[in-house]
T-cell receptor, first 111, second 112 residues
């Protein structure tokens, strides 16, 4: 079945450093979403990418969808302590309503 | 506007007991989902309902049943709880299945 892997599993950075998490799907995706989950909280939607090669920015966050629509990345510039949490990608395969979540990357930011 | 509401927030069960996790959304969404979250495993889809009257298996459906009671409510039932079902359960809903998902606060279930 469809699998979505994320790397790294954990990342500790000093405040101000950059951070990137990568998402790779075993199948071609129709779209991909990114979520953030704060410790003890629930996932909160960040963004959705639909087009091949699409790049979207939200302030310090940059999201990319690969040309083959099988991978994606989230890059945070100059991390802040408020960025702490687990970042998940979620992929949707064409013709289904099943969003399959990646394993997540837990980000810790050291002040 | 409450969004997605899950009950209960915490539950301890003994092995073999049954229980139903309730989920309701007030956003007039068509699609609803149940996920479980275990350390290092991310969110795994148990069951989903693309629209009222339909339900389908996700990645890990064994040991669970669901009911889409109406457009608002989607319940998850554990008929005979096992320690392997100890997890945090999240319900989510989307307008169309291709839009952003809104999650409930989660139910932390422990089976002893």
């Amino acid at each position: 079945g469809q699998q979505v892997m994320q790397i790294p599993q954990y990342q500790h950075v000093q405040e101000g450093e950059d951070f990137t998490t990568y998402c790779n799907s075993s199948t071609t995706l129709s779209n991909i979403q990114w979520y953030k989950q704060r410790p003890g909280g629930h996932p909160v939607f960040l963004i959705q990418l639909v087009k091949s090669g699409e790049v979207k920015k939200q302030k310090r966050l940059t999201f990319q969808f690969g040309e083959a629509k099988k991978n994606s990345s989230l890059h945070i510039t100059a991390t802040q302590t408020t960025d702490v949490g687990t970042y998940f990608c979620a992929g949707l395969t064409s013709g289904t309503y099943k969003y399959i979540f990646g394993t997540g990357t837990r980000l810790k930011v050291l002040a | 506007n409450a969004g997605v509401t899950q009950t209960p927030k915490f539950q301890v069960l003994k092995t073999g007991q049954s229980m139903t996790l309730q989920c309701a959304q007030d956003m007039n969404h068509n699609s609803m989902y149940w996920y479980r979250q275990d350390p290092g495993m991310g969110l795994r889809l148990i069951y989903y309902s693309a629209s009222e009257g339909t339900t389908d298996k996700g990645e890990v459906p064994n040991g669970y049943n669901v009911s889409r009671l109406n457009k608002r409510e989607f319940s998850l039932r554990l008929e005979s709880a096992a320690p392997s079902q100890t997890s945090v359960y999240f319900c989510a809903s989307t307008l169309s299945g291709r839009t952003e998902a809104f999650f409930g606060q989660g139910t932390r279930l422990t089976v002893v």
